[in-house]
C-alpha cells in the first residue's frame, strides 16, 4: 500500500476495501429490497451510505438501483428511513443524477415523507 495507507486484518488497504464494497452495490441493494423485516435492511443500507460517502463515482452505479431505494423508502421509519435518507442524499449529489431519481417518481415518494414527518429535512435533496 502507499506510504501511510494501513492495511486491514484482511490484507487490503482502504482503497481496496471500497473497491470491493463497491462491487457489492447490486447485492446490498437487493438484500434491502428483499428484507421482510425493516430492521434487517440496516446493516446493507450502512454499507451503501459508506460507499456513497467515499466513493463518488460509486453514485453513478448506484442510481440504477435508485428505485428500489424509494420503495423501500416507503415503508422504513426510524434509523432505517435516516440511512436510506442519507444514500439518496449522496446519490442526488451528481446533478443528472437528481433528474433520474425525480423520474422514478421520487417527487411524490419524498413529498409523501415530507408530509407525514416534517422533520425529515434531509428529504430536500
Given at each position: 500500500?502507499?506510504?501511510?495507507?494501513?492495511?486491514?486484518?484482511?490484507?487490503?488497504?482502504?482503497?481496496?476495501?471500497?473497491?470491493?464494497?463497491?462491487?457489492?452495490?447490486?447485492?446490498?441493494?437487493?438484500?434491502?429490497?428483499?428484507?421482510?423485516?425493516?430492521?434487517?435492511?440496516?446493516?446493507?443500507?450502512?454499507?451503501?451510505?459508506?460507499?456513497?460517502?467515499?466513493?463518488?463515482?460509486?453514485?453513478?452505479?448506484?442510481?440504477?438501483?435508485?428505485?428500489?431505494?424509494l420503495q423501500f423508502l416507503e415503508r422504513a421509519s426510524g434509523q432505517t428511513l435516516m440511512y436510506s435518507l442519507l444514500v439518496l442524499n449522496n446519490i442526488s449529489i451528481p446533478i443528472a443524477n437528481k433528474?433520474?431519481?425525480?423520474?422514478?417518481?421520487?417527487?411524490?415518494?419524498?413529498?409523501?415523507?415530507?408530509?407525514?414527518?416534517?422533520?425529515?429535512?434531509?428529504?430536500?435533496?
Open positions: 500500500p502507499p506510504p501511510g495507507e494501513e492495511t486491514s486484518e484482511t490484507g487490503l488497504n482502504s482503497y481496496q476495501q471500497q473497491k470491493t464494497l463497491s462491487n457489492d452495490i447490486p447485492t446490498l441493494f437487493h438484500q434491502v429490497r428483499d428484507v421482510k423485516v425493516e430492521t434487517l435492511a440496516s446493516d446493507p443500507l450502512r454499507q451503501l451510505f459508506g460507499i456513497s460517502e467515499n466513493d463518488p463515482e460509486a453514485r453513478t452505479t448506484m442510481v440504477e438501483y435508485v428505485d428500489i431505494l433528474k433520474l431519481i425525480i423520474e422514478k417518481d421520487g417527487g411524490t415518494i419524498l413529498s409523501k415523507l415530507l408530509a407525514q414527518d416534517p422533520s425529515c429535512h434531509l428529504i430536500a435533496i
